[in-house]
């Protein structure tokens, strides 16, 4: 197996082109076969490259989704802040399909979110408000306020 590991590295190193590549063909008597190179049979390379294809696609399927999710999150945010559209948000969402939604934590912040605002903005939420202020302290801030005003006037003018 430790052959198999450094045969791999040597490999994509030699791929890269930091040398020593002509040399060793030279020693395996020229032999150009990607399997027998990395000490596989033809039926093992063929496997193992069906097998990192198959990872590349389901990790960039799934970086996809990602981005979709991120770009839809971001699309919400700005309908509800009403900033304006981005096209590539928006063609990130389409690229992914229909199946793109917000994680579910997510959706249950915003629909709170949007429920306490409806609630704020309704008649009833503004009753509501009214009568969780405190009307002794909007007294005193009124009175304090007229106290001030007076106070400034009787400054400016000497009549009264």
Same mark, same amino acid.
């Given at each position: 197996?430790? @052959?198999?590991?450094?045969?791999? #590295? ?9 040398? /020593? /590549?002509? &040399?060793? $063909? ?7 076969? %990607?399997?027998?190179?990395? /000490? ?12 990192? #294809?198959?990872?590349?696609? &389901? ?6 989704? $990602? ?9 919400? !945010?700005?309908? $509800?802040?009403?900033? %304006? ?11 992914? /399909?229909?199946?793109?939604? !917000? %994680? ?16 704020? =903005?309704? #008649? ?10 405190? !009307? =002794? +302290?909007?007294? &005193?801030?009124?009175?304090?306020? @007229? +106290?001030?005003? $007076? ?10």
């Amino acid at each position: 197996m430790a @052959f198999f590991v450094k045969n791999m #590295i040597s490999n994509q190193v030699k791929n890269l082109g930091f040398g /020593g /590549g002509t &040399e060793e $063909k030279k020693e395996e008597g020229g032999t150009s076969d %990607p399997a027998a190179a990395q /000490g596989m049979t033809r039926e093992e390379y063929e496997e193992y490259q069906k097998q990192m #294809i198959e990872e590349k696609m &389901e990790r960039d399927a799934a970086f996809t989704q $990602k981005k979709a999710e991120r770009a839809c999150l971001r699309v919400h !945010l700005r309908e $509800k802040y009403r900033l %304006p559209k981005s096209e590539m948000d928006e063609t990130q969402v389409q690229l992914a /399909g229909d199946d793109v939604d !917000l %994680p579910e934590d997510l959706r249950k912040m915003v629909d709170e979110d949007q429920e306490e605002e409806e609630d704020k =903005d309704s #008649i009833l939420g503004q009753l509501q408000n009214l009568q969780n202020m405190d !009307l =002794d +302290t909007i007294k &005193e801030k009124a009175q304090a306020t @007229f +106290t001030e005003i $007076k106070q400034s006037a009787e400054q400016k003018c000497s009549v009264m």
